[in-house]
């Protein structure tokens, strides 16, 4: 679909999921199941990014409200920061969202979920692709956004 940085970005599919789960265990133990990433993976925008064969990125969306999507995960492997992958996984499923009739993202992040690596602050991050804090408690953050 698109290239950045001689990274691959296409949509994710339900055959991707196990995948995810294996990238995705390297940060955090997870409680999501393979046949639950391939469901919202299948159904709603979901996408990937790709460095040769190696999975280094996804983000994937469920719906929240008829026309309110909830960005449910967005991860980029740890030694691929800073390159711009995480801004294009979300510029594309804002897109996607679109696309699909959605009016509005929404998505949350909380310092109470336990990593295996240090966490980054994402504030910056989602106010830098239009997100505001909807509700703020002292470990839990809730962002959302319009779509245009």
Do not use: W
């Not at 966490?119 to 956004?145: A, C, N, Q």
């Amino acid at each position: 679909m698109s290239n950045h940085h001689n990274v691959f970005f296409s949509p994710m599919t339900g055959n991707d999921a196990e995948d995810v789960l294996a990238l995705y265990r390297g940060y955090m133990r997870t409680g999501q199941t393979a046949a639950r990433i391939a469901h919202l993976a299948s159904d709603y925008p979901a996408f990937k990014a790709t460095l040769g064969n190696t999975l280094v990125g996804f983000c994937y969306s469920n719906s929240f409200a008829p026309d309110v999507l909830e960005l449910c995960n967005i991860y980029v492997d740890h030694r691929q920061h800073n390159l711009g992958i995480g801004s294009e996984l979300i510029r594309l499923v804002h897109q996607a969202a679109i696309v699909d009739g959605f009016s509005a993202m929404i998505l949350s992040n909380s310092q109470l979920y336990e990593t295996l690596l240090p966490k980054r602050d994402p504030r910056s991050f989602y106010e830098r692709h239009g997100y505001t804090v909807l509700l703020e408690t002292p470990k839990t953050l809730i962002y959302s956004r319009a779509l245009p």
